[in-house]
């Protein structure tokens, strides 16, 4: 198989290539404009590419044709319509159009909007991204687009996105210039986006109606082996998920996803896969064809994929890494350090940006990764604490250190790895450590942003992220701009935000309880949970870098506030309404057949004879008779938080009331049923246990 991989690779995207044959010469140069400038298509343009594009589908076998787009809700939406036609006699004729490819119009008033948009204008207009390809998924043709209301506000996570890399661009075109680089022409963020996932079967999946509603569990007892053993991580992997993971990536690389490296990761039935880097958009629209085509596969196998951050107490969630980095159209890495990083005043000048970028907009990086799910990772021990900050390195840091004590950097002999077994090559101790607790770590030529839940959208970390750095170039060219003598003024700005901003730097552990006090020292922000984070949203500086860059409207910045602040509430209620009904239909009732089981069991042998001894029986029982009372308070409690949560009208306050009183509740509610699940006869026990659960595929 392997070696018809290139063949496969893309045979089901209308990338370049299929472009270059199939189009008119004239049009495939519009075309190739159009995708590098970002430049609009005018209609007979499009009509040449739309009816190009719709025979190729149809000669895939495709029927239909949809907008593809990214609602807030965080997944796609599709809207199918046939390519068919009357032809007048009977018969139906396949077409497209320009129009139909540049812009749709769904009715979309049931996606969140945040008060951007009154239902009586509930349209709202998808319009074609054509610096991403069309593609063909389920016999339909894909057309990523944009999603937007009537009067032009962003309703998607593309639109931001697509924005930002204009904004950075721009400014990042400004240092480019001054440096005197007249050959670039455009500068872009890249990503790599490592996804995490468990995978378990499908049929203990359907009985734990926890996993059904939230995708996560809400109950359950630890097993005796989780992940301590450390057995797991980059273990052998076993034959289901290995065919899994085949047919995964061949339908990844039909849809010319670069996916890359699969291994087995730290919990047991986690996995993560690892695609090549690519430009921020397209790694956006893989990122998401790959969550929903590793749901779909996993379907096929009789299995069950897991995009939850935290499906399971008491072992590792699931994470996103976000490898990020600044690549020239002349195929230059502005975060290379190269062999003299201290006398490279690019990488230099795109460095101190980003390291102003990350202290001075802290709280939007944390708001970037905000949600209900992500909550019970960050500051878990497991991922990056709630903390952000910054590792650079021990190399890096001895470069930033001569910056600003002005002594000069005489550089660093490399150190040889000591391997100690003569075979083996020998090889550099990689400069960048790899600090595996850093939020935002320097690996070598770009950095790891390590926050992201594995359920996210990679689109708001990222677009964050490019407009925050786009205002710190922007300020950096501002001054440059002006100065005099620009290797001057360059070297004072460098030194001078080095000396400013090195209070978001650690390169220590980060999961180390004093890193917390040390931060605290520091005036680092230490934003716990989403709810802490959300009023960062609405501040006036964060306001002003994305309106200043048009990458969000004020109007819009608020709807994503409320959005944010709504579906958190949301959240947390479906899974306290699922705890309840579970506790209710499921667990009382299991508890209660034992203990009469139990009770029964007394009463006969006490009929069979007095002197029998009854006291296992009568001390489960009364455990058990005392836990199910505990349990129905604790019930009693969280339906008590959950009606308070009606008395508040300010939806802030009613996401605190949720965060304060109702999580809680729920951590009290599950305490008492675990304890019960432990003593509970497993043939009683209403749903299959954590064990059955991580160890289900074998
Ligand atoms: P690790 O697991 O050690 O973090 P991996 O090799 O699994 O590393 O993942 C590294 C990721 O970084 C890959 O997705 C890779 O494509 C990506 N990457 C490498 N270079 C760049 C770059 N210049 N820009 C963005 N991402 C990059
Ligand atoms: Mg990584």
Redesign the pocket.
């Known amino acids: 198989m392997e070696n018809k991989v290139p063949e496969l690779f893309g045979s089901m995207v209308f990338h370049e290539h299929v472009m270059k044959e199939r189009l008119p010469k004239s049009t495939y140069k519009t075309m190739c404009k159009v995708m590098q400038e970002g430049k609009r298509l005018d209609k007979e343009v499009a009509d040449i590419v739309a009816n190009a594009m719709k025979d190729w589908a149809v000669e895939k076998g495709a029927t239909h044709f949809t907008h593809w787009f990214q609602p807030m809700t965080g997944i796609t939406a599709e809207k199918h319509d046939s390519f068919i036609a009357p032809a007048g006699d009977g018969q139906v004729i396949m077409e497209f159009s320009g129009k139909e490819l540049i812009q749709g119009e769904p009715d979309a008033s049931s996606f969140p909007n945040g008060g951007l948009r009154a239902t009586f204008e509930a349209r709202g207009y998808t319009a074609w991204d054509p610096t991403s390809f069309a593609f063909i998924k389920d016999d339909t043709l894909c057309i990523p687009t944009a999603f937007y209301s009537y009067g032009g506000q962003a309703l998607d996570k593309k639109t931001p996105l697509l924005r930002s890399m204009e904004a950075f661009n721009k400014q990042a075109m400004r240092i480019i210039r001054l440096l005197g680089d007249t050959e670039t022409s455009r500068v872009n963020?890249?990503?790599?986006?490592?996804q995490e996932y468990f995978l378990i079967e499908k049929d203990v999946y359907l009985k734990r109606k926890d996993l059904v509603y939230c995708g996560r569990t809400l109950y359950g007892a630890k097993p005796p082996k989780g992940q301590e053993l450390d057995d797991h991580y980059f273990g052998a992997i076993k034959p289901r998920v290995k065919a899994f993971m085949y047919d995964l990536n061949q339908e990844l690389w039909k849809l010319g996803i670069?996916s890359?490296?699969e291994h087995n990761e730290v919990a047991p039935a986690q996995h993560?896969l690892?695609?090549?880097?690519t430009t921020v958009n397209i790694?956006c629209d893989h990122n998401q064809v790959t969550m929903e085509l590793m749901k779909k596969v996993a379907d096929k196998h009789g299995l069950v994929c897991l995009l939850h951050e935290k499906p399971f107490d008491g072992v590792n969630g699931s994470g996103k890494?976000n490898?990020?980095?600044i690549?020239t159209d002349k195929g230059a890495?502005l975060?290379e350090p190269g062999d003299s990083p201290a006398e490279n005043t690019r990488f230099l000048l795109f460095l101190v940006a980003l390291i102003k970028a990350v202290d001075e907009y802290q709280d939007m990086l944390r708001l970037s990764v905000a949600s209900a799910g992500n909550d019970h990772r960050l500051g878990a021990n497991e991922a990056p604490p709630a903390i952000v900050s910054m590792f650079v390195g021990e190399d890096l840091q001895a470069v930033l250190d001569s910056i600003e004590s002005g002594v000069e950097y005489a550089g660093k002999d490399r150190e040889m790895m000591k391997v100690g077994v003569h075979v083996l090559p020998r090889f550099f101790k990689d400069t960048t450590d790899?600090n595996r607790t850093s939020p935002f770590a320097f690996?070598?030529?770009?950095f790891?942003f390590r926050m992201l839940g594995s359920a996210v959208s990679i689109a708001c970390p990222n677009f964050i992220l490019n407009t925050i750095v786009a205002e710190e170039l922007a300020l950096l060219a501002d001054e440059l701009e002006t100065a005099e003598d620009f290797t001057t003024a360059a070297n004072e700005l460098i030194r001078k935000t080095v000396i400013e901003h090195k209070r978001i730097i650690f390169n220590g552990n980060n999961y180390a309880d004093e890193w917390v006090e040390e931060a605290e020292k520091r005036g680092l922000l230490n934003l716990k949970t989403t709810v802490d984070v959300m009023p960062y949203y609405l501040k006036e500086k964060n306001i002003a870098t994305f309106t200043k860059h048009r990458v969000l409207t004020k109007e819009e910045i608020h709807s994503r506030y409320e959005i944010l602040v709504e579906n958190y509430i949301k959240v947390i209620h479906i899974e306290a309404l699922t705890m309840l009904e579970l506790a209710k239909k499921s667990i009382l009732p299991a508890v209660s057949a034992y203990a009469k089981e139990l009770a029964e069991t007394i009463t006969l042998k006490k009929q069979i004879s007095t002197a029998i001894n009854c006291k296992s029986e009568e001390g489960l029982l009364i455990a058990l008779s005392d836990m199910c009372a505990d349990f129905v308070d604790k019930q009693k409690a969280l339906e008590d938080a959950l009606s308070k949560a009606k008395n508040f009208e300010n939806e802030q306050i009613v996401a605190e009331h949720y965060k304060d009183d109702v999580i809680p509740a729920m951590v009290a509610l599950r305490a008492v049923a675990d304890a019960m699940e432990e003593q509970v006869s497993e043939k009683y026990w209403p749903f299959p246990t954590y064990g059955e659960l991580l160890f289900s595929v074998l």
């Open positions: 963020t890249t990503v790599g986006s490592e670069l890359k490296t993560e690892a695609p090549v880097f790694a890494h490898n990020w980095s690549s890495n975060l790899r690996t070598g030529n770009k790891e």
